[in-house]
Nanobody, 113 residues
Framework: VQLVESGGGLVQAGGSLRLSCAAS????????MGWFRQAPGKEREFVAR????????YYADSVKGRFTISRDNAKNTVYLQMNNMKPEDTAVYYC???????WGQGTQVTVSS
């Protein structure tokens, strides 16, 4: 099973990006998925998670109201819509299949002030 993130890049403060996490090798429609991030010199931190059914979401306080996690099980893909971005959102973003210790390679997000 492989997770591949995409959609990262450079954006100005107040802007938006949508990250994608495509799974291959196995369906993840029955797996709780999450997004994490790691800024330079800091530990990896939780951002958001989404239940396998899509009914339950949970967000870090720092992104609540600005980020939205979603999934398209037909495409075996999980998304992270990031709006009203701030320079402190700058980090490498990783998706993960929670409970399986399965991680993608990460995608860089940089927010300029």
């Amino acid at each position: 099973v492989q997770l591949v993130e995409s959609g990262g890049g450079l954006v100005q403060a107040g802007g938006s990006l949508r990250l994608s996490c495509a799974a291959s090798g196995r369906t993840v429609s029955d797996v709780t998925m999450g997004w994490f991030r790691q800024a330079p010199g800091k530990e990896r931190e939780f951002v958001a998670r989404l239940s396998w059914s899509g009914s339950y979401t949970y967000y870090a306080d720092s992104v609540k109201g600005r980020f939205t996690i979603s999934r398209d099980n037909a495409k075996n893909t999980v998304y992270l819509q990031m709006n009203n971005m701030k320079p402190e959102d700058t980090a490498v973003y990783y998706c993960a299949a929670l409970g399986y210790d399965l991680w993608g390679q990460g995608t860089q997000v940089t927010v300029s002030s």
